[in-house]
């Protein structure tokens, strides 16, 4: 949440730097090559989610704007990350896709 003095600590800086060290500078969704340009909680500070490496991940411009926090709290879209090719489940769209015929 912007404005949270968490982000002006330390710690906070540190944790970006792990993150972005981790990333290599790129975004962290599956299947996403794109720049990563914001460090994001996967569960928010605000629901509790931890300030841990775990807990953080490099996303590009496009997948945080897909889940952006709102005033309220809440996040659009559920706070699904929409990946390419996949579907609200994070599964394959193509049912010939490799992952399928792993499964069987
Ligand atoms: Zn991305």
């Known amino acids: 949440m912007p404005g949270d003095p968490f982000y002006k600590t330390k710690l906070w800086r540190a944790l970006c730097a792990a993150v ?8 962290e969704v599956l299947g996403c090559t794109a720049q990563g340009k914001v460090v994001d909680h996967v569960l928010s500070r605000r629901n509790g ?7 953080l991940r490099h996303l590009c411009r496009a997948h945080d704007n897909s889940i952006k926090e709102r005033a309220n709290g809440e996040r659009a879209n559920g706070g699904k990350l929409v990946v390419k090719g996949c579907d609200a489940n994070g599964l394959p769209i193509d049912p010939s896709h490799a992952w399928f015929k792993a499964q069987s």
Do not use: M, V
């Open 20 to 27: 972005h060290r981790r990333s290599r500078g790129r975004c």
């Open 49 to 55: 989610g931890a300030d841990t490496l775990a807990n």
